[in-house]
């Protein structure tokens, strides 16, 4: 369930933005989301924002990994 | 027999069903038992190939094509793929009552450039006009005859080892055709990839003289195809994911909407199975023109007898492909 | 694409598998149950199940939303597509779902006006182009798409959009992993919990499977790193405790702005989950004061209770009971093409993949 994936805000006015990804743009609503800037990387399920990715947790994960 | 469903028509397992157990039984001839994109006839002392296509798209305009072009391009691949020169070409056209004059004539200008470029004539057609609703719009057939020019091309000649080439990147037309029809809107603008690949395949054919087999990758897709063809050389084939080439949009569309893009319908894209020596150049070929660029070579047919197609994973796992039951539809569960 | 690729990495993948190998206890069977449907999807694609050691157990679990949604819930949204005037607005997933006689597909097919959007968005802007009909929007899902619909419903009434009203059919997933629990013939050591539901509903919820039942809880993510790491974390656990994998994405206080509008407009309930039965506070139903926009009141029409195939074990695959494997009709009567239970419908369904993507 929950198809989502994470694209890059490239505007934002309200409620209403772009997001990006991949060559790709399209509209999402941000209502769900609150300190959301261009540049930020959201989730974005359904046309809507529904959470920040956080990058450095991503680094993280990645490092963690990597150590095992 | 069942009630006939969307699910019949949608290329996948159940179309095949259909036609085995109901059209190839009853029909059943040499010729047809074949199964070729082209039934290939010895008339005179001349080898000539026969196609037939009907074409509903819905929409019926789409970014980089329409039906009408759509309609010539499929025939003519379909002769193409056979080792065929496409040469004269029938179009029956079924309208719908109330169609707007200008949209045909769109649809109809389109046919004549198509065929002016892909270099058939269309020499017999044939007009019904139904009552509103017993069409959608306008629904096209055309028939395609043209001459052999490379023989031999067959499942039975694939042998284990050869290596299994895709002219170029998938999905685009599938990706068009269906953000438009369910009015998905991307901002880029994803266009089809519909185009004739007679001179590609002529290209192709001149410079190796161990090709196959080909097949073009229409309803659905990749893996469908690849299906046909491992059931019909009796052998399994296995491919890299990572080899299968898909345009960042189209693969960013099927993140989106939850699609596999190895289902995803190509019309000007083709699948050629030659021997691994001839691998190289044949990409070479490909890759020189531009309706091939963007070809690779995505895997190679195995040695064992299973008929099934085995997709090597980007995360290092296995799995076994089917043929798509069903069209695909955008999902965002 | 950037936080995707580098979780599918094979590099990661091969350090992942190599340690699962080297922690797994070859005396024991670990059984996690994948609750999310996209997991299954995820494990089938990417064949995780070949990668692991043959004593881990994946089951598939029940969030799956085509898949839990009653029967009569496609009978009745068929039905409100045959009145006049009416435009159905669906999620493209629910369109093949079969009724007791028809699915939407077959409905549109026959003129009906059924439109696949992408979002309640796209809804709301067919309502509003369309002033002259009625705009009824399928409202399946579980606490990551609820609050889009929430959304949906809190706009049409700020903007006085009348003609817009959802069919309601919500779901709340911690009751059902409850219920799961509570089954007597259930042996689940740990879940993967769903990461996009968790992103909204953040991990509380979730905290009596691992006090209660005992049960290791990791939320993951859906690329194959986050699916082998979630494993790993499950096996690694000293104690059954609920953590979070997919950090990236699940903030374990959950996106409150969204259970916010989760809550404004919509109410717990008992609800329906095909192939599992009623359970007490797992569905949503709109609240009185949004009334207006709840087609099951805005729009009276008969459908009669339906009657599923016995032979069918959905039940029991969804609560991981059994595999479809262990059941008489897969594969033969029950197809992809021609589904009978609900875990065939919905590409994401536990049959589905497995029939899919091979068996095992």
């Known amino acids: 369930m929950c198809l989502a994936i994470p694209m890059k805000v490239v505007k934002i006015d309200g409620d209403q933005g772009m997001v990006a990804a991949g060559g790709l743009t399209r509209k999402a609503n941000f209502i769900l989301m609150k300190d959301i800037k261009p540049g930020d990387y959201v989730l974005l399920h359904a046309g809507f924002a529904i959470a920040k990715v956080k990058p450095e947790e991503a680094r993280q994960t990645i490092k963690l990994i990597r150590e095992l | 027999m069942d009630r006939i469903t969307l699910g019949h028509g949608s290329g996948g397992r159940q179309m095949h069903k259909l036609i085995d157990s109901l059209f190839l039984k009853a ?180 410079s190796s003289k161990k090709v196959r087999f080909m097949r ?17 050389a009796k052998s399994g084939i296995a491919i890299e994911e990572r080899d299968v080439p898909v345009r960042p949009p189209v693969r960013q569309a099927c993140e989106l909407l939850g699609l596999d893009p190895l289902y ?17 150049r044949i990409l070479k070929t490909l890759g020189a023109d531009k309706a091939g660029r963007g070809a690779k070579i995505i895997g190679s047919v195995t040695g064992d007898r299973s008929a099934r197609v085995y997709l090597n994973t980007i995360a290092g796992g296995k799995r076994i492909i089917d043929m798509l039951s069903g069209e695909q539809l955008p999902r965002i569960c | ?121 796209d809804a709301l802007d067919i309502a509003n182009r369309n002033t002259d009909k009625e705009v009824v929007f399928l409202g399946v899902g579980f606490e990551t798409t609820v609050p889009t619909v929430a959304a949906s419903i809190m706009s049409a009434a700020k903007q006085g959009i009348h003609n817009y009203s959802v069919l309601c059919a919500h779901k709340t997933m911690p009751e059902a992993l409850g219920a799961i629990m509570a089954h007597r013939d259930a042996r689940i050591d740990g879940f993967l919990l769903p990461g996009h539901v968790s992103a909204i509903t953040g991990m509380k919820p979730y905290g009596f499977l691992a006090k209660r039942y005992g049960a290791g809880c990791v939320a993951a993510g859906f690329e194959p790193v986050d699916m082998l790491q979630a494993i790993l974390m499950l096996m690694e656990q000293k104690r059954p405790i609920v953590e979070v994998q997919y950090k990236r994405i699940v903030d374990p206080l959950g996106n409150r702005l969204a259970r916010k509008a989760i809550e404004k407009v919509f109410e717990k309930s008992s609800s329906e989950w095909r192939g599992i039965g009623k359970l007490k506070n797992s569905g949503l139903r709109i609240r009185k004061e949004f ?70």
């Open chain 2, 27 to 206: 029909f059943s001839n040499p010729i047809l038992n074949q199964k070729r994109d082209s039934a290939v006839l010895n008339i005179g002392n001349k080898k000539i190939a026969f196609t037939t296509d009907s074409y509903v798209v819905d929409p019926i305009f789409f970014p980089g094509g329409d039906i009408g072009s759509l309609a010539i391009y499929g025939t003519v691949n379909d002769l193409s793929v056979c080792g065929a020169r496409a040469l004269y070409i029938s179009v029956g056209a079924v309208i719908e009552e109330g169609l707007d004059g200008s949209v045909l004539e769109r649809i109809v200008r389109s046919m004549a450039e198509a065929a002016k470029k892909a270099g058939v004539r269309i020499v017999t057609g044939d007009t019904k006009v139904v009552e509103k609703g017993s069409c959608d719009r306008i629904f096209i057939n055309t028939s395609g005859i043209g001459e052999v020019y490379y023989e031999g091309l067959s499942t039975d000649k694939i042998a284990p080892g050869d290596s299994v080439i895709v002219s170029g990147p998938v999905g685009d037309h599938a990706i068009s055709v269906l953000s438009k029809r369910e009015g998905i809107e991307f901002g880029t603008i994803v266009r089809s990839d519909s185009a004739p690949l007679d001179k590609l395949i002529w290209k192709v054919l001149r």
């Open chain 2, 216 to 232: 073009d990758p229409t309803r659905g897709g990749l893996a469908t195809t690849l299906n046909e063809i491992a059931l019909g």
């Open chain 2, 264 to 280: 995803l319908a190509c019309e000007g894209r083709v699948i050629i199975i030659a021997a691994k020596e001839d691998g190289p």
């Open chain 3, 1 to 121: 694409m950037k936080y995707i690729d580098e979780f599918r990495s094979r590099a990661l993948t091969s350090r992942l598998i190599s340690r699962i190998r080297s922690v797994a206890d070859e005396g024991r069977e670990y059984r996690y149950m994948e609750v999310c449907g996209t997991h299954t999807m995820a494990i089938f694609k990417y064949g995780l199940r070949e990668l692991l050691p043959r004593n881990i157990r994946l089951i598939s679990g029940p969030g799956c939303p085509v898949c839990v949604t009653p029967l009569e819930y496609l009978d009745r949204a068929i039905a409100i597509a045959g009145l006049p005037k009416v435009i159905i607005t669906t999620f493209g997933d629910m369109l093949r779902v079969p009724g007791s006689s028809s699915t939407l597909e077959n409905e549109r097919a026959g003129g009906k006006h059924i439109k696949v959007v992408y979002s309640t968005d």
């Open chain 3, 291 to 360: 009334s207006r926009f709840d087609a099951s009141l805005k729009f009276r029409v008969k459908t009669v209770r339906p009657r599923e195939d016995k032979s069918c074990i959905c039940g029991a695959v969804l609560k991981g009971i059994k595999t479809p494997v262990d059941c008489k009709l897969f594969g033969k009567k029950c197809t992809p093409a021609d589904p009978v239970g609900s875990c065939m419908v919905s590409s994401e369904g536990t049959c589905a993949a497995y029939y899919k993507y091979g068996r095992r």
